[in-house]
């Protein structure tokens, strides 16, 4: 796990959106969801719930 990871997945907690935290981090948006399933894939779940609404944080992601 390394802190490119974490920053993404706190930053995409905040803003909810691949697409805002790939503009924030000045990153594309199919990188920010690399790092997400990166993450995911050391931890062995799913951390957010993707919709054409938005993400949200599954129970794990709160957890995490």
């Known amino acids: ?13 905040d803003t909810r959106s691949f697409h805002r935290s790939a503009e924030r981090l000045g990153l594309t948006q ?4 690399a790092r997400v399933q990166a993450l995911e ?12 609404s938005g993400t949200q944080l599954t129970t794990e992601g709160l957890k995490f």
């Open 1 to 13: 796990m390394t802190p490119e990871l974490l920053d993404t997945f706190l930053d995409l907690v």
């Open 30 to 33: 199919s990188t920010v969801s």
């Open 41 to 52: 894939a050391t931890l062995g779940t799913r951390l957010f719930q993707r919709s054409r």
